[in-house]
């Protein structure tokens, strides 16, 4: 069957998609999105983390029809999306986003450091999750990323509590938890100073 | 495999009519778990979520009438005072992305003994309606559940609304696990005071092949309130009384040995359990504030 839907700002179609595929194929296998990770399937690890419709969702439990006509933001439209919400307050035009053949093309650029984020325009949560050291082998990174933004969004002052709760769903192997727990601290702080 | 996408009630009850063997979707928490693992292969999926009604919930006179799609976290955000165990037991399902999809209709629907709202839907009173193209009817919840992952759906039909009565005091629920967060149930307990009808409801889960009620505890606690003038008088609980509650609530169970606990355990639990559950909501009622909400 084929699904139209809007991936990061952009309307996008997805051909012979199998009835029984999730949300989370379709992004990696047949639009070229890798940034949502295939970790568990089950729903118990949070890495396949995107938004449906602005809600955080474990994409692998999404039926690809359950999609039709629906909004979704992955970890690679994430730093636009911020910057959308930061500057208009939200996308609704659906003009914003990171383009499907951009991100497809996307490398790191000369003088652009991924380790460190230099020259490469980030969301403010994963310029704190680098600033912080919270990535180690970065497979667990996507999903939190989108989990923590959303929670900075509603909440923009969290307690420790608040955001062990809403990090609750995302599990990290490395054990790098205290660093994810001081990036959140840092976006936090950092978008407070910012107002 | 086929997938069904009804914009309408009516259309899903069609739908279902004429493929009884279509399996429901809505928060997908359960159904694609199994298809991704390959357990199961159906050949029609139903997919819920284009039926803004299931979506719906509203605060009635005595009930809730609460839609089988609403998600763990609209309850748990907005039904803490109308439903506090409910609320409590949405707040313990899995995670956050789980519960922003997952809903009670498809914890009925799935009928798993370790189902995180069946204990505080026994313990508060609930019906069940659901609907087929012959018509509808409401299950009520202990009628429900009929075996391991079994209810007492017929194969046409759908879960509609959950009407679950509003809380006329304390309530509280509880569930025994290894973290805070991603926990299928070890075993889990629930418990409402009803003041108005002077009786005491319960609920445990993952002890038994299907949620239950302790009912022969529920019996005894009722007599011993009434007998000790408690209702009215508000005096603290006996411990004597209180033991022997938590006992019977032990004896309920009917669990087994797997790789999250021993049957002993699970049965200890229970009865643990119970016995804070009923400090916790006896205090509350005493309270001057008699305060309905949950304490999390």
């Known amino acids: ?195 | 495999m086929d997938f069904l996408r009804p914009a309408s009630w009516e259309e899903a009850l069609a739908a279902k009519a004429e493929h009884p063997t279509a399996v429901p979707i809505a928060g997908g928490t359960d159904v694609m778990v199994e298809i991704n693992f390959d357990h199961r292969r159906p050949e029609y999926l139903l997919d819920l979520n284009r039926i803004e009604l299931l979506r719906e919930w509203e605060v009635g006179e005595e009930n809730v009438r609460l839609g089988a799609s609403v998600p763990y976290t609209t309850i748990m955000e907005n039904l803490r005072a109308e439903l506090p165990g409910l609320a409590l037991a949405s707040h313990t399902v899995a995670s956050p992305q789980i519960r922003n999809r997952g809903g009670v209709g498809g914890n009925l629907g799935t009928a798993s003994p370790a189902g995180d709202a069946h204990p505080a839907l026994l313990a508060a009173g609930a019906e069940v309606e659901v609907e087929s193209v012959r018509g509808s009817r409401f299950i009520p919840i202990d009628e429900f559940y009929t075996g391991v992952k079994r209810n007492a759906l017929a194969p046409d039909e759908l879960i509609k609304t959950v009407h679950v009565k509003k809380a006329d005091g304390p309530q509280q629920y509880s569930k025994v696990g290894t973290r805070n967060a991603m926990v299928i149930a070890v075993c889990a307990f629930g418990l409402a005071l009803h003041p108005e009808t002077r009786t005491v409801r319960t609920g445990i889960g993952s002890a038994a092949p299907t949620p239950i009620r302790a009912k022969e505890a529920e019996a005894f606690l009722n007599a011993a309130l009434e007998e000790g003038g408690f209702w009215d008088n508000g005096k603290i609980i006996t411990p004597s009384i209180a033991k022997q509650f938590a006992d019977l609530c032990s004896g309920a169970a009917n669990p087994i040995d797997d790789v999250r606990g021993t049957a002993k355990y699970r049965r200890h639990a229970v009865g643990i359990m119970a016995r804070r559950q009923l400090g916790w909501t006896w205090e509350q009622y005493r309270g001057t504030g008699r305060t309905l909400e949950g304490a999390a």
């Open chain 1, 1 to 195: 069957m084929r699904v139209n839907f809007t991936v990061n700002g952009r309307p996008q179609e997805a051909d012979d998609v199998w009835e029984g595929e999730s949300l989370l194929y379709v992004l990696r296998e047949r639009l070229g999105l890798p940034g949502s990770k295939n970790a568990c399937e089950q729903g118990e690890c949070g890495s396949c983390t995107v938004r449906l419709d602005g809600v955080p969702v474990c994409s692998c439990l999404v039926a690809a029809g359950q999609v039709e006509g629906r909004e979704v933001v992955t970890v690679e439209g994430l730093a636009d999306f911020a910057k959308e919400r930061a500057e208009h307050a939200g996308c609704d035009s659906g003009a914003c986003g990171t383009s499907l053949d951009a991100a497809k093309r996307w490398e790191a650029k000369p003088g652009q450091d991924s380790q460190t984020g230099e020259g490469v325009e980030l969301s403010p949560i994963q310029q704190a999750f680098i600033d912080a050291g919270a990535v180690q082998c970065g497979f667990c990174t996507p999903g939190l990323l989108v989990a923590a933004d959303e929670m900075l969004e509603r909440n923009p002052s969290p307690t420790d509590a608040d955001i062990r709760e809403a990090l609750s769903g995302n599990l990290c192997r490395c054990t790098g938890y205290e660093k994810i727990l001081d990036a959140v601290r840092l976006a936090a702080a950092r978008q407070g100073e910012a107002v």
